[in-house]
Nanobody, 117 residues
Framework: QVQLVESGGGSVQAGGSLRLSCAAF????????MGWFRQAPGKLREGVAH???????SYADFVKGRFTISKDNAKNTLYLQMNSLKPEDTAMYYC???????????WGQGTLVTVSS
């Protein structure tokens, strides 16, 4: 049984912060690449950030300097710290995992982030 459960979404004003969490059940995060994605209504899903099993991280240009991805292997939890939020960050945020960062094939159900002006 492999399951990812996101939490931490909510409604904030522009410039505010949220921390998203993704808890994994059935396996250890330490062996996998983990990533965050988002999808706004009517738009394509886009990658936000990922953390590889070797500890390396990467970010989409539109969140660099504002978002931070981290992993707590002991708790099997992935985090996304989101600061300086903008209205265009409004989306459903999903976490995903896989053996390779190019093949993240296990997905959570998502958590909604709404940023108002």
């Amino acid at each position: 049984q492999v399951q990812l459960v996101e939490s931490g979404g909510g409604s904030v004003q522009a410039g505010g912060s949220l921390r998203l969490s993704c808890a994994a059940f059935g396996y250890s995060y330490s062996s996998y690449c983990m990533g965050w994605f988002r999808q706004a209504p009517g738009k394509l899903r886009e990658g936000v950030a990922h953390a590889d099993s070797d500890g390396s991280t990467s970010y989409a240009d539109f969140v660099k300097g504002r978002f931070t991805i981290s992993k707590d292997n002991a708790k099997n939890t992935l985090y996304l710290q989101m600061n300086s939020l903008k209205p265009e960050d409004t989306a459903m945020y999903y976490c995903a995992s896989g053996w390779d960062c190019n093949n993240l094939n296990t997905w959570g159900q998502g958590t909604l982030v709404t940023v108002s002006s």
